[in-house]
């Protein structure tokens, strides 16, 4: 089965209005199907319901965390692609998170629409791999 990421689903999980607006912006006009949830709990009950092809995920969110939210994808969604989205820069972190396969790449706030089409492609693209 042939997959196009035209039309592709992406999940934005972030508490930030702001990014969550910003980045539908985006992807909208990219031609991506564009979701959000406010947080980790409303994001885990989202991908149950539409299984989006990529999860961009907030780390630093109230209640279940982004890391909770990335190991849950595993069970509820193995199929979508993650990327860690947050405002803190560490890169002992990002190479945790991306080596433990927990996610496929790391965004840091505040990033250009570039930067954000580029990962979302890239990571579609792993998607067309597997």
Not at 86 to 93: P, Q, R
Request: include cysteine; proline fraction near 4%; charge should be negative.
């Amino acid at each position: 089965m042939s997959f196009s990421s035209k039309g592709a689903v992406i999940l934005i999980i972030d508490e930030e209005e702001c990014i969550r607006d910003s980045c539908c912006q985006v992807l909208i006009k990219a031609g991506y199907r564009v979701e959000t949830a406010i947080n980790g709990e409303a994001g885990l009950a989202k991908v149950k319901e539409i299984e989006p092809d990529v999860a961009l995920v907030d780390l630093d969110m109230p209640g279940v965390s982004g890391l909770e939210v990335m190991g849950r994808l595993n069970e509820v969604s193995p199929g979508t692609v993650r990327i860690v989205v947050t405002g803190h820069t560490s890169i002992d972190l990002e190479k945790e998170i991306i080596r433990k396969g927990r996610a496929l790449a790391y965004l840091t706030k505040p990033f250009s629409p570039e930067q954000l089409n580029i990962v979302v492609r890239k990571a579609l693209d792993s998607r067309n791999k597997t």
